[in-house]
């Protein structure tokens, strides 16, 4: 991004390979779900059932996710029909992960923009309701 100077500088906390992100213990950049937020109690109540979620403090689920799904499933595929400049990823959580009801199909694809942003994209489907609030931990 620009500063108050026009001089481009990261703003975030970045790795400077792939394999950084890989093995990051942070998960910086990583894409958190199935419900990147705090759910109170540890559960949450789905057509009139409690779902228990597990217990990441003492009162609440800090992400909902597991350690595997800031890795994708599949190899990362760049998507032509954005130029090039697009990079989408793929990973299936199963149903029962981290106490989440349902196979869930999620893809995420990163594009640079010609106005020099990164914009990120995400779609998801599932095979049983259930909650979902994915965000990127940047």
Wanted: with cysteine; aromatic share 8%.
């Amino acid at each position: 991004m620009p500063d108050r100077n026009g001089k481009l500088a990261d703003v975030v906390s970045v790795n400077d390979t792939a394999d950084g992100y890989v093995n990051d213990k942070s998960h910086f950049g990583g894409i958190i779900g199935r419900f990147g937020n705090r759910i109170a109690h540890a559960q949450f109540v789905l057509d009139a059932r409690p779902i228990p979620s597990p217990r990441t403090t003492v009162r609440t689920l800090s992400t909902g996710a597991s350690k595997a799904s800031t890795k994708p499933s599949g190899p990362p595929r760049r998507c032509p029909a954005k130029d090039w400049r697009s990079l989408e990823l793929s990973y299936l959580s199963k149903d029962g992960d981290e106490g989440f009801p349902g196979n869930l199909k999620v893809t995420v694809t990163y594009t640079w923009t010609d106005a020099n942003a990164l914009q990120i994209e995400y779609s998801a489907t599932t095979d049983k309701k259930n909650r979902l609030n994915l965000t990127n931990h940047s």
